[in-house]
């Protein structure tokens, strides 16, 4: 059985090992490839798994490659393929659901945390010598800012979403949160809201949703109107959720006092994306997912979906 993985070095960059798929058959690892579909079906040849992190599995691509079995995603997302051309092929398509919940939601507090203290300027700046040189025993150059007893809205209470709520518990934090689906659990670590109630009542807003043409830029002009004044607006989830623009709008008039996001519209980042000069924001390169222990658990779970698959048994299919 030939297996081509298209684009292995996001999740493996030298650090995991591809041994649970070389035990399934013979594989090809690129750790990258074009966006040219001419390329994507050349590389894909007569290969019959085929896996992929982002490199996008269109119609036309599984049309001119009729080898193809299977497809895994080496990630939760799946809208780098084409999942109802798939289906009608009979090729399933499968997901890795829940390998990172803590480590994203450890993320997102670790940008919060950030905002509030300015851990990393700090230590460089004293480093710099500038404590050294201020003749006072503390010294400090951003305002600091407790959590205990603020509010925390949390957009999307999911695995990720309770995760975070359930830290921002510990930190003496009030949670609340809103979902289309509530749930009993989420119900023991937040409160459920309205949209425009969490926007109007919190402190900190952390997103956890994912992208549906419902939620695609939830976060807009007319909704940052709705908040606080100096809300603190955090994104691990997924960048179209937020209308860039709008958000470096109100960074730079004061009206959001601080955001940080570790994730953006166009990945990797471009030049002109208004957030990379707003006042006041903190932009990471989409990592919150990539400590290794979550991309082991990745790596494991794209192996036995498709020990599953050969078995007979197809498990998280998505289409």
Not at 176 to 193: F, L, N
Not at 263 to 270: A, L
Not at 297 to 310: C, E, G, K, T
Request: with cysteine; charged share 20%; aromatic share 6%.
């Amino acid at each position: 059985m030939k297996i081509v993985i298209l684009d292995g070095y996001t999740l493996n960059p030298g650090d995991l090992s591809w041994e649970g798929f070389e035990k399934l058959g013979s594989v090809t690892v690129h750790d990258r490839t074009p966006a040219s579909e001419d390329e994507i079906i050349r590389r894909i040849g007569d290969a019959e798994i085929v896996i992929t992190n982002k490199t996008p599995i269109s119609a036309n691509t599984i049309a001119k490659s009729p080898a193809i079995r299977y497809i895994g995603v080496l990630a939760t997302g799946y809208n780098v393929v084409d999942v109802d051309a798939a289906k009608a092929k009979n090729i399933p398509v499968c997901n890795i659901p829940a390998y990172g919940t803590d480590a994203v939601a450890q993320f997102a507090i670790a940008l919060l945390l950030e905002i509030c203290h300015h851990v990393g300027h700090h230590g460089k700046i004293v480093a710099e010598g500038r404590w050294e040189n201020s003749g006072d025993f503390c010294f400090w150059d951003h305002p600091l800012i407790e959590l205990s007893g603020k509010t925390i809205g949390i957009v999307g209470f999911g695995r990720i979403g309770q995760a975070t709520g359930k830290i921002a518990k510990a930190l003496n934090m009030n949670v609340i949160a809103y979902d289309t689906q509530e749930c009993d659990e989420g119900a023991k670590i937040a409160k459920y809201v309205s949209l425009d109630e969490l926007f109007a009542k919190s402190d900190v807003i952390s997103l956890h949703c994912p992208l549906f043409p419902a939620t695609e830029g939830i976060i807009n002009k007319d909704s940052i109107a709705k908040m606080k004044d100096k809300v603190i607006i955090i994104n691990s989830s997924r960048g179209p959720l937020i209308v860039e623009q709008d958000l470096a709008d109100a960074l730079n008039s004061g009206k959001v006092y601080s955001a940080a996001v570790d994730v953006v519209s166009v990945e990797p980042i471009k030049g002109d994306n208004p957030l990379l000069k707003a006042k006041n924001c903190i932009i990471t390169p989409h990592i919150a997912w990539a400590p290794i222990e979550a991309r082991t658990r990745l790596m494991n779970i794209a192996v036995d979906n498709l020990q599953s698959f050969i078995s007979g048994e197809v498990k998280n299919r998505v289409n």
